[in-house]
């Protein structure tokens, strides 16, 4: 009944975490767009795949 007691005055849906939940005066930390983090995904891809080429396992 403790955890029924908890959850009262919440809805379902955020009592269920099915909805994130953020506070207004919360700032998002960094902003980076779909193609800032398409082009930073494809960088670091191509320097694991040149450094192992570089330096392949022992």
Same mark, same amino acid.
């Given at each position: 009944? $403790?955890?029924?007691?908890?959850?009262?005055?919440?809805? +379902? @849906?955020?009592?269920?975490?099915?909805?994130? @939940?953020?506070?207004?005066?919360?700032?998002?930390?960094?902003?980076?767009? +779909?193609?800032? $983090?398409?082009?930073?995904?494809?960088?670091?891809?191509?320097?694991?795949? $040149?450094?192992?080429?570089?330096? +392949? +396992?022992?």
């Amino acid at each position: 009944m $403790a955890r029924r007691r908890k959850y009262e005055g919440l809805n +379902p @849906f955020v009592a269920a975490g099915l909805i994130k @939940f953020s506070e207004e005066g919360e700032l998002e930390k960094i902003k980076l767009t +779909p193609r800032a $983090a398409v082009v930073i995904s494809l960088a670091i891809i191509g320097l694991l795949i $040149a450094i192992n080429l570089l330096l +392949p +396992p022992l």
